[in-house]
């Protein structure tokens, strides 16, 4: 078994240090409050046959009204003499079960018809959305009381009254997502493969609604909770001797100046119990959110946290630059792992510069283009070391009221994607003159001018015209010219551009690129290219830096980088580009996957892929040896050297 083989199954065997479920619910204060409320609520409500509890129901007239803590009667009695503790736990109990099948009956149903409905559309979908209009027109509880009053008052005819006010509730919720589902591609390749309706509404879509239908079920207990006990307050829920947390507080507020714990206690209850769901419920959803399961429970804020330390923060390299980034490092805490996503980094930029950073992907490209504005999320991520230089400017200590003005003013981005950057319910002509707008103090008519000029410059036809356009109604090329425009509308002094060509055809991508070209040299702007094609790099970087889990392991001249690569790395990389004109020319792979950053090996990281690996490569910290000024490599026994094969 080779290197690569045997490091890949030992990391196999290892667990991930990634959170589980309950991990990330109990993270949660306030959730994991609520879950322990509940929980004891449950199990004394669960144990109530098995408690040494007086009989409910029997009445005791000579122990009326007894007070709290009397003997015999913990939490007192009521009006007829019956112990309001036993009463209490067998109402809980009641409450409970009431509440727990109607939020179960209304899941159902209601989930059912929104599935038919945004599955099947058309006049299945007109019909089924009618019916639940008609429902949703009358005030809810107002028609649950007149459902009660048609079927006689109880308390099972409570529960299906509360179910079935809820219907519409879950039923147009489902619907909606159902309806975009219906409409994406794994439905479409699902009708393909020849499955009938049914198999593709519950085997496909079913199990993506089912994490909204799980949240909606635990924000929706409390309520029905609430509701029961309101109906059976006003006497058309549980009926005597039967007891309930509400119609124990409907029979309390009669006494409720001469005896006031005998309505308070049901009511303590009804809050506890309904905020612990509440409460717990939040937390299902937070747990349940592909966003938030990064290993902490809060949002990522409006910018990355700067965490240095007592780290001595690098000064601006003596090379100067419009952008300096000096051995910055970021890191994202992931449950009790941390990911050195970026492992200390240097990079020069001058003004009218280009320079290309190159690497596969999960090599640190991205996030190190993101850090130096704090874009990364936080959490889980944060600049652990490090420092950027803008125009001299530590990026990383001015404040977040600066770095909104930098943001989009003197460093501007263009995205991979720009049918996500662009929003889609806004033209592109109003997402143009927000970018103007945000940063210049213009007006409405010379906003609109320097819009028409953006379009125009980034060689958009009939730019006037395109300025109502929505992003759906232009094509890819066109979206990315729009993105790039909007990065040019306040001439900025830095274009990061990630991997904006990788989603185009071959003729747009020429086209995009000789844009970028002719308009870094006329703006004299300065472009931090980010892709992994060396063939882009080749049409427009002056100079490359290589990127391999998190650090860079060559940098220099494009020139001389591609004619002569001396980290193992870059040549792979190379040799994996298609040369025109050179059929014959084989095409290589790089065998085996990059590293994890959460567990780097020592020495090279490209050691268990790298046919030339010696054992001092696997030892000790190889450092980025600069043979000139420009020129660099992070190898022990680098290619196409002097001395070396």
């Not at 747990?287 to 946290?305: H, I, K, N, Q």
Request: charged share 20%; proline share 6%; aromatic share 4%.
């Amino acid at each position: 078994m080779t290197d690569t083989a045997q490091s890949a199954a030992a990391k196999s065997k290892r667990s991930s240090a990634r959170p589980g479920t309950l991990a990330l619910l109990l993270n949660n204060t306030l959730a994991t409050g609520g879950l322990v409320v509940l929980a004891a609520i449950c199990l004394i409500a669960l144990a109530a046959p098995l408690l040494p509890l007086a009989n409910p129901d029997v009445t005791a007239p000579v122990d009326r009204l007894l007070p709290v803590f009397s003997d015999g009667h913990l939490l007192g009695t009521d009006h007829l003499g019956r112990d309001l503790l036993s009463r209490l736990i067998w109402g809980t109990r009641v409450s409970l079960a009431v509440g727990l099948s109607a939020t179960f009956i209304a899941a159902f149903f209601g989930s059912l018809l929104g599935l038919i409905a945004g599955y099947a559309g058309g006049r299945v979908d007109t019909l089924i959305m009618r019916g639940i209009d008609m429902v949703m027109a009358f005030p809810y509880i107002l028609l649950a009381l007149a459902i009660v009053a048609v079927l006689g008052p109880g308390l099972l005819n409570a529960l299906y009254a509360i179910a079935l006010v809820n219907i519409p509730f879950f039923a147009r919720n489902i619907r909606g997502i159902t309806l975009g589902l219906s409409r994406r591609e794994f439905v479409d390749a699902a009708r393909l493969s020849g499955k009938s309706p049914a198999q593709i509404l519950f085997i496909e879509v079913l199990p993506n609604v089912l994490p909204v239908i799980v949240i909606t079920m635990s924000t929706t207990v409390g309520w029905m909770i609430l509701e029961t006990a309101g109906l059976s307050f006003l006497g058309l829920g549980a009926q005597p001797p039967q007891a309930d947390l509400g119609s124990m507080l409907g029979e309390g507020r009669k006494i409720l100046f001469t005896a006031p714990h005998v309505s308070v206690i049901p009511g303590l209850m009804i809050f506890a119990l309904v905020m612990s769901i509440n409460l717990f419920g939040d937390g299902v959803r937070d747990v349940l959110d592909p966003r938030l399961r990064a290993g902490s429970l809060t949002r990522p804020v409006s910018r990355t946290a700067v965490e240095r330390g007592d780290t001595p923060v690098p000064p601006p390299s003596e090379k100067g630059g419009v952008l300096d980034v000096r051995d910055m490092r970021t890191e994202f805490e992931i449950g009790g792992s941390v990911y050195k996503a970026v492992g200390g980094v240097d990079l020069n930029l001058a003004e009218g510069e280009c320079l290309g950073i190159v690497g596969e992907s999960g090599s640190g490209k991205s996030v190190t283009a993101m850090s130096i504005m704090g874009l990364v999320p936080t959490p889980p991520g944060r600049i652990a070391g490090g420092a950027a230089y803008l125009d001299g400017e530590d990026l990383f200590a001015v404040s977040d009221r600066r770095i909104r003005k930098l943001r989009g003013g003197a460093v501007a981005y263009v995205f991979q994607d720009p049918l996500s950057t662009l929003h889609p319910l806004f033209t592109v002509g109003e997402q143009i003159k927000e970018a103007i707008g945000t940063h210049q103090p213009l007006s409405s008519a010379e906003v609109k001018k320097r819009a028409i000029e953006l379009l125009s410059l980034v060689r958009i036809p009939n730019a006037k015209e395109r300025l109502s356009a929505y992003p759906h109604e232009l094509s890819g090329g066109m979206r990315q010219r729009v993105c790039i425009a909007m990065a040019l509308a306040n001439d900025a002094k830095v274009l990061i551009a990630d991997e904006p060509t990788t989603a185009l055809d071959v003729t747009v991508q020429s086209q995009i690129l000789t844009l970028m070209n002719g308009l870094r040299r006329e703006r004299n702007a300065a472009i931090l290219f980010i892709t992994h094609d060396f063939g882009v790099v080749s049409a427009l970087c002056d100079r490359v830096a290589v990127m391999y889990a998190g650090r860079i392991v060559e940098t220099g001249r494009t020139g001389e980088v591609l004619a002569r690569p001396q980290h193992p790395y870059t040549a792979k990389l190379i040799e994996c580009v298609p040369v025109l004109g050179e059929p014959e020319r084989r095409l290589d792979a790089i065998e085996g996957r990059p590293p994890v950053v959460n567990n780097l090996p020592d020495g090279c990281a490209f050691a268990d892929r790298c046919q030339r690996v010696k054992p001092e490569c696997r030892s000790g910290d190889i450092a980025l040896v600069m043979s000139s000024e420009e020129r660099g490599v992070r190898c022990l026994y680098p290619l196409n050297t002097e001395g070396t094969a």
